[in-house]
């Protein structure tokens, strides 16, 4: 019962991670494009791009106490992308706090912070894109040579996930914006919209191609395309949102991501390294499960709930040209 206690709360985190740690590297990559509106992008996000990031962080933990062989098996497959990813983060984090103090240089840490956020994503995605492939494992362990992710379809991912976050900060933008920067946000949701269309639509047939495994469960389950038809209508939906502002367009947008995690995790259930490791076989022993439970379960997740509850609470409301964060 507990292996499906912490899969649920995994699976929380990262939802909330993508929709959430999604917009704020959205709003990142499309900096590049702002001109003289990229403070108040910056500005929009500057209260909680933080602690968005800390979904991410539970994550990795419930990964590593719950699920320690995934873990044991992911990190060696995945340590260039994800070393990469480090990087973006880091990027981004540095660029995000000395932007507003710096004069003459503003313009390394602006580049800093597109280049960092378009890393972050794209390595993400070339991530998730390895792991959906399968990982080459014998006898529970890792056999491969750490370069699978070399490949079309992780690539096609991180693209994906990238045109995915872009629309989000888009919708961020069209919520938390006036004027230009409204507009901003309404016409990247356009211009991408189709895009991010063809390109999940390609990921969802090259899936279904390549992977007989999934072909068959989809094809024995057909109510398993409800969660692609869903994400695609969301997705194509949110332009027309956009239009009328408010938070439409970003729910639209949000709702199309949480469509295809949950596509994601019904296509390989109950394996957790897809064909080889299910969950159970993964998880940690009853008594660390336990022993997790009663503390990181029952009280920290909750404490982040509502501490990020409380930040978007208090800096709601449209993004001040007057009164930056910083």
Partial sequence: MLNW??????????VAYVVLGGFDIGVGMLTAFAGSKRDEMVASISPV???????????????????????????????????????????????????HK??????????????????????QGICVGTYARG???????????????????PVLCGVGLALGYLLLGA???????????????QRSMRDLTPLALLVAALILALTLLTEPTV??????????????????????????????????AYIWVGLGCISMVLMLAASYLPYIVPFDVTLSAAAAPAASQSFMFWGAGLFVLPVIVL????????????????????
């Fill in 135 to 153: 990982l080459p494992v014998e006898h529970l362990h890792y056999a491969g040579n750490g370069f699978e992710w070399c490949a079309v379809f």
């Fill in 171 to 185: 919708g961020w933008l069209v919520l938390k914006g006036r004027g230009d920067l409204h507009y901003i946000g």
């Fill in 102 to 123: 710096a004069v003459s240089s503003r313009w390394v840490w602006d580049l800093l912070l597109f280049v960092g956020s378009l890393l972050t994503a794209l390595t």
């Fill in 5 to 14: 206690f912490w899969f649920a709360e995994l699976a929380f985190a990262l």
């Fill in 215 to 248: 072909q068959t469960r989809w094809i024995a389950h057909p109510v398993l395309f409800v969660l692609p038809v869903i994400g695609l209508l969301a997705l194509a939906r949110a332009p027309y949102a956009a239009k009328h502002g408010g938070r439409a």
């Fill in 307 to 326: 501490y990020t509850y409380v930040a978007y609470a208090v800096f709601r409301g449209k993004v001040s040209q007057d009164h930056f964060y910083h």
């Fill in 49 to 99: 791009w933080d602690g968005n990031g800390t979904w991410l962080v539970i994550a990795g933990t419930i990964l590593f106490g719950a699920f320690p062989l995934v873990y044991s098996i992911a990190l060696p497959a995945l340590y260039v992308p994800l070393s990469a990813m480090l990087a973006g983060l880091v990027m981004r984090g540095v660029a995000l706090e000395f932007r």
